[in-house]
């Protein structure tokens, strides 16, 4: 039988933390109480075990896509040098498509670009969960909750059941499908994904965001907020292996990734507008208000300080940031409200130059990379923030 985390003598917990003593060991520790007053305490602590970001295999420069647009809307003179304008200033190099760029003509309809998302999407989903999988040594049997979060398509029965039998999913997984936070359910579906595994410790789930952003362009809409889309989104796919606390009777990969410590959700009031979709006859047509970095210099650095007041902690204490990369003027927005002056946000600078801002999914390209490329220190306290459609906020408090 697999003993819960908290049975453990707190020293056992410390070198399963620090990887100082095996699952055997730890199992025969004779059984005692667990403090969980602290926030990190492993005694119900969600862990990310694995996080991988995929991206579809057409990538483009910036500059083939912004010739490539104008076209496919059919801009010149000043509109299109507006459009050159707005794509140079978006902080990005390259971007990945879901179809070839040539394909794009040829979606003449909301149908045929959502028939493009469902196929392109099931196979980027598959794709980044198997990975994510096979990172954290899970069987696709030991999944016992999977959710998929996407706002770049409809799909009706939702992804995740559309991937599950190729998956080798059990057919009893507990499904939970999220729709409508837009850039925030990469970090919103971390918290949504912790909260169900408190407290099941025995328990795996997966998160899985996929976002098609190109399928979504439209062809008749020469908006500001359109041209700033087309320069902005890419495509991609990530997925998140988490667990309770102990996977279903195997060892912890103590190094694989942090504990998520605790979460908070904010919704501004009467700020519907700010971002989103509105839904018409051609498809999904982008609600991209200029509003957005001036309501994150207003309520950002509150709600973050609140926040982690409530888990004893300052910004100070906060060695490494996760932050979705929405784009130049939102990261000025982010690091001026929260006084990150010393490159805290490289990582997030990045992944938005290389890769564009793929929505939901950003945000867990940059865990990736940030877990890759810049381990946090073994203790170190980190936070994912993004911000998406109500307008909304999402926070977790991650400790590595």
């Given at each position: 039988?697999?003993?819960?985390?908290?049975?453990?003598?707190?020293?056992?917990?410390?070198?399963?933390?620090?990887?100082?003593?095996?699952?055997?060991?730890?199992?025969?520790?004779?059984?005692?109480?667990?403090?969980t007053d602290h926030p990190t305490s492993m005694s119900g602590t969600p862990k990310i075990l694995a996080t991988k970001g995929v991206l579809p295999p057409y990538s483009y420069p910036q500059q083939q896509l912004t010739e490539a647009f104008a076209d496919f809307v059919g801009l010149d003179g000043p509109r299109r040098r507006l459009l050159e304008k707005v794509h140079g200033n978006a902080?990005?190099?390259?971007?990945?498509?879901?179809?070839?760029?040539?394909?794009?003509?040829?979606?003449?309809?909301?149908?045929?670009?959502?028939?493009?998302?469902?196929?392109?999407?099931?196979?980027?989903a598959e794709e980044a969960v198997r990975e994510a999988l096979t990172a954290a040594d899970v069987a696709p049997e030991q999944v016992d909750v999977i959710i998929a979060a996407c706002s770049t398509g409809v799909s009706v029965p939702s992804l995740d059941a559309r991937i599950m039998v190729d998956l080798g999913l059990r057919e009893d997984v507990v499904r939970m499908p999220l729709v409508?936070?837009?850039?925030?359910?990469?970090?919103?579906?971390?918290?949504?994904?912790?909260?169900?595994?408190?407290?099941?410790?025995?328990?795996?789930?997966?998160?899985?965001?996929?976002?098609?952003?190109?399928?979504?362009?439209?062809?008749?809409?020469?908006?500001?907020?359109?041209?700033?889309?087309?320069?902005?989104?890419?495509?991609?796919?990530?997925?998140?292996?988490?667990?309770?606390?102990?996977?279903?009777?195997?060892?912890?990969?103590?190094?694989?990734?942090?504990?998520?410590?605790?979460?908070?959700?904010?919704?501004?009031?009467?700020?519907?507008?700010?971002?989103?979709?509105?839904?018409?006859?051609?498809?999904?047509?982008?609600?991209?208000?200029?509003?957005?970095?001036?309501?994150?210099?207003?309520?950002?650095?509150?709600?973050?300080?609140?926040?982690?007041?409530?888990?004893?902690?300052?910004?100070?204490?906060?060695?490494?940031?996760?932050?979705?990369?929405?784009?130049?003027?939102?990261?000025?927005?982010?690091?001026?409200?929260?006084?990150?002056?010393?490159?805290?946000?490289?990582?997030?600078?990045?992944?938005?130059?290389?890769?564009?801002?793929?929505?939901?999914?950003?945000?867990?390209?940059?865990?990736?990379?940030?877990?890759?490329?810049?381990?946090?220190?073994?203790?170190?306290?980190?936070?994912?923030?993004?911000?998406?459609?109500?307008?909304?906020?999402?926070?977790?408090?991650?400790?590595?």
């Amino acid at each position: 039988m697999v003993p819960r985390a908290g049975q453990l003598k707190p020293a056992a917990l410390q070198r399963l933390r620090t990887g100082q003593e095996g699952y055997a060991e730890i199992v025969n520790q004779p059984i005692t109480a667990v403090r969980t007053d602290h926030p990190t305490s492993m005694s119900g602590t969600p862990k990310i075990l694995a996080t991988k970001g995929v991206l579809p295999p057409y990538s483009y420069p910036q500059q083939q896509l912004t010739e490539a647009f104008a076209d496919f809307v059919g801009l010149d003179g000043p509109r299109r040098r507006l459009l050159e304008k707005v794509h140079g200033n978006a902080g990005v190099q390259t971007r990945h498509l879901a179809l070839p760029v040539e394909r794009y003509a040829g979606l003449t309809d909301f149908g045929v670009a959502n028939d493009a998302f469902l196929e392109a999407g099931c196979r980027l989903a598959e794709e980044a969960v198997r990975e994510a999988l096979t990172a954290a040594d899970v069987a696709p049997e030991q999944v016992d909750v999977i959710i998929a979060a996407c706002s770049t398509g409809v799909s009706v029965p939702s992804l995740d059941a559309r991937i599950m039998v190729d998956l080798g999913l059990r057919e009893d997984v507990v499904r939970m499908p999220l729709v409508g936070l837009g850039c925030a359910a990469g970090a919103g579906g971390v918290a949504r994904l912790s909260e169900f595994l408190r407290g099941r410790p025995d328990r795996v789930g997966v998160l899985v965001t996929v976002e098609l952003c190109s399928l979504t362009l439209q062809r008749g809409d020469t908006s500001t907020a359109n041209l700033i889309a087309s320069g902005l989104f890419g495509d991609g796919a990530a997925a998140v292996v988490m667990t309770g606390a102990l996977p279903n009777g195997r060892p912890v990969d103590v190094a694989a990734g942090p504990v998520v410590v605790d979460t908070r959700s904010r919704l501004y009031p009467h700020t519907e507008r700010a971002m989103g979709w509105d839904v018409s006859s051609s498809g999904l047509q982008i609600v991209l208000g200029a509003e957005i970095p001036e309501l994150i210099r207003t309520y950002l650095a509150e709600d973050v300080d609140r926040f982690l007041n409530e888990n004893g902690l300052s910004r100070d204490t906060i060695d490494w940031w996760v932050c979705h990369p929405g784009g130049p003027k939102v990261l000025e927005a982010v690091e001026e409200s929260l006084k990150l002056t010393d490159g805290e946000l490289a990582v997030t600078w990045d992944s938005l130059s290389r890769i564009g801002n793929i929505s939901s999914s950003s945000v867990l390209h940059v865990l990736d990379d940030t877990i890759a490329q810049r381990r946090p220190e073994p203790g170190s306290y980190g936070l994912m923030l993004a911000m998406g459609p109500g307008f909304a906020l999402e926070l977790v408090l991650l400790q590595a």
